[in-house]
């Protein structure tokens, strides 16, 4: 089945800063690449998604980008605010969601 | 719309007791799973549904059974709990499989002591 690798497992910015997230997965069958934000004690919440046909999305503050020949993908967030403090994974999708481990952001102010 | 819904928000079993969680969903979707969330490991897929009456397994299904009788329902359950199914249960449904957006419970704290 697909495995999902994600780093780094934590990550602490300055507010203002960017960051970035990187995953990797293994079936280059896989089509559908989205992320989630996960605030403390909440549910995960789809912040951003890519299909494979799509290099680059874009939403206000974040970007994803996706590389299927390296099989990676990867989200930027630019402006970085304490709000944007939480718990994000990505996930990689063929016939069922598979995520990674996820990655602890910190946004100090 | 409530979206998702999860019961109970928490439970605390004792070993070899059983169970059955509850999710109900309002948004007519044909899809819904069930996931379990540890530290450090994201979220692992238990079972599926892709529409009333089907199921199926996903990457971790070993000592859970699964029912979607009505389509806005998904049970999971657990017929003689361990302590390592001790862990954070989300139910998710989704419109389009798994190409789209899932909208996830807000959680089932469960311990198993």
Redesign the interface.
Known sequence: ?ENVE?HP?TLSVQEGDSAVIKCTYSDSAS??F?WYKQELG?????II?I?SNVGEKKDQRIAVTLNKTAKHFSLHITETQPEDSAVY?C?A??????????TRLTVKP | NAGVTQTPKFRVLKTGQSMTLLCAQDMNHEYMYWYRQDPGMGLRLIHYSVGEGTTAKGEVPDGYNVSRLKKQNFLLGLESAAPSQTSVYFCASSESGTEGEQYFGPGTRLTVT
Not at chain 1, 42 to 46: E, F, G, Y
């Open positions: 089945g994600q497992s089509n559908y989205p909440k549910r995960p919440q789809l998604d299909r994974f996930a999708s063929i016939l069922d969601m598979r995520f990674g481990a996820g």
